[in-house]
């Protein structure tokens, strides 16, 4: 029979060794975790891009009104080949400066959506161009530029009527602005031109075509 002194004895190196095995495994544990961690001093990288965007005009009635830039030569190709317009011109080209995680938003008064009655050319249109964030993936093995709340557009007025004077002598038009454009998520292979919307330009049946370029630029 075993001793009671040789059981305690017994009982007390177990105990020491289930807490030696636990100790271990904790401590096991920790440096896994540890080594999973990203590390303070790891560099972060941000990319600058320029973004290059161009509004082209594509009509059936108008031509020589801007020369396109041989960057866009690829892109007019495609254009012709689904498109059926005769002409295409440069209506307008705005380069923004961004970086990774970055966003963009810009207005201005003018530009290819501008109402063409002359009764309301005093009434100025507003471009609204706007992304909500830019990310750099990697698909397929090769960079992709994301686009997040890509959105270009404009207010336009609109006459919804007319003020006549209490004397009935002077006439005064009213309008209202309408927000035309397009909003969309996209990706882009950096420094290569895409097409990424067409709108309805007017009842001429002009269309204005938005090519975006996200060129990788210097820090």
Not at 74 to 91: D, G, I
Not at 156 to 163: L, M, W, Y
Not at 173 to 178: D, I, N
Request: net charge neutral; charged share 15%.
């Amino acid at each position: 029979m075993i001793s009671t002194k040789s059981y305690r004895v017994f009982l007390f190196v177990l105990l020491f060794a289930f807490m030696s095995i636990t100790a271990a495994q904790v401590t096991l544990a920790q440096d896994s975790n540890e080594s999973q961690k990203p590390s303070a001093n790891a560099p972060h990288v941000d990319y600058n891009f320029d973004a290059e965007l161009y509004l082209v005009l594509a009509s059936n009635q108008r031509s020589g009104e801007g020369q396109l830039p041989a960057s866009l030569d690829q892109v007019v190709k495609q254009l012709r080949a689904t498109l059926p317009f005769k002409n295409y011109s440069l209506a307008a080209t705005l380069v923004n400066r961004l970086k990774t995680d970055g966003g963009l938003s810009l207005t201005w008064v003018g530009g290819p959506m501008m109402a063409p009655s002359t009764s309301i050319s005093t009434s100025p249109t507003f471009n609204e161009l706007s992304v909500g964030q830019v990310r750099v993936v990697e698909e397929g093995g090769k960079p992709m530029v994301q686009m997040h709340r890509f959105s270009y557009g404009a207010r336009v007025p609109i006459q919804t009527g007319t003020n006549i004077s209490a004397s009935g002598t002077n006439s005064a038009p009213v309008f209202a602005y309408e927000h035309l454009g397009l909003v969309s998520d996209f990706s882009v292979r950096p420094d290569q031109p895409t097409v990424v919307g067409t709108l309805n330009a007017g009842p001429s049946g002009d269309a204005i075509i938005v090519v975006l370029c996200a060129r990788r630029a210097q820090p």
